[in-house]
């Protein structure tokens, strides 16, 4: 069965500076990957994804990630946040089981960002 | 539009209700899926579904049902058996069966006990 680790609950930067929120995942085979945004009350929006190809993924809002195979990883970046960037981030794997495409989510970090 | 509507968005229950909330879709998407949001615990797996009359369970489906009637709608039911409803639930589709994709998610709706 597949996992995901996000190991900082919370995360404070200053705007401007620069961001990287960590996932690990753990999965037998070569994962579907996702990084997911959410505002308050609202639901889940895509940032990026990676499937297969170039490790390193382009997403919106200036957002990029970087699969590392050797270290489980696939950290999100982001060179110079806005205080719109203010959220709950939350990394995902998806596997195919019986058929299904099965995706498990991390537990999340919350993103604030200061003046 | 294209996309996916949750309704109600808020829902007040009383112990020993069942609730159902309500999840549709117009994206023409195959597979439909339930997840529990609580805080610190990201998103569990509530159940699934691939095809019409086709559905498994995930890893938290104790308390709950679903039914998968119409290609768009997949509603999900909170029984009383279920121990601690109280959560933000949230519906998400997948474009095909069979094709690996992102999950599209609906705006939720959040569930509370008195």
């Known amino acids: 069965a597949q996992s995901v680790t996000q190991p900082d609950i919370h995360i404070t930067v200053s705007e401007g500076a620069s961001l990287e929120l960590r996932c690990n995942y753990s999965?037998?085979?070569?994962?579907?990957l996702f990084w997911y945004v959410q505002s308050p009350g609202q639901g889940l929006q895509l940032l990026l994804k990676y499937f297969s190809g170039d490790t390193l993924v382009q997403g919106i809002k200036g957002f990029e990630a970087e699969f590392k195979r050797s270290q489980s990883s696939f950290n999100l970046r982001k060179p110079s946040v806005h205080w719109s960037d203010a959220a709950e981030y939350f990394c995902?794997?998806?596997?195919?089981?019986?058929?299904?495409?099965?995706?498990?989510f991390g537990t999340g970090t919350k993103l604030q960002v200061i003046p | 539009d294209g996309g996916i509507t949750q309704s109600p968005k808020y829902l007040f229950r009383k112990e020993g209700q069942n609730v159902t909330l309500s999840c549709e879709q117009n994206?023409?998407?195959?597979?439909m899926y339930w997840y529990r949001q609580d805080p610190g615990q990201g998103l569990r797996l509530i159940y699934y579904s691939q095809i019409v009359n086709d559905f498994q369970k995930g890893d938290i489906a104790e308390g709950y049902s679903v039914s998968r009637e119409k290609k768009e709608s997949f509603p999900l039911t909170v029984t009383s058996a279920q121990k601690n409803p109280t959560a933000f639930y949230l519906c998400?589709?997948?474009?095909?069966?069979?094709?690996?994709?992102?999950?599209?998610f609906g705006e939720g709706s959040r569930l509370t006990v008195l």
């Open positions: 995902a794997v998806g596997a195919w089981s019986g058929g299904y495409q099965k995706v498990t």
């Open positions: 999965y037998g085979a070569t994962p579907y």
């Open positions: 998400a589709t997948l474009p095909g069966r069979g094709v690996t994709g992102e999950l599209f």
């Open positions: 994206l023409n998407h195959d597979a």
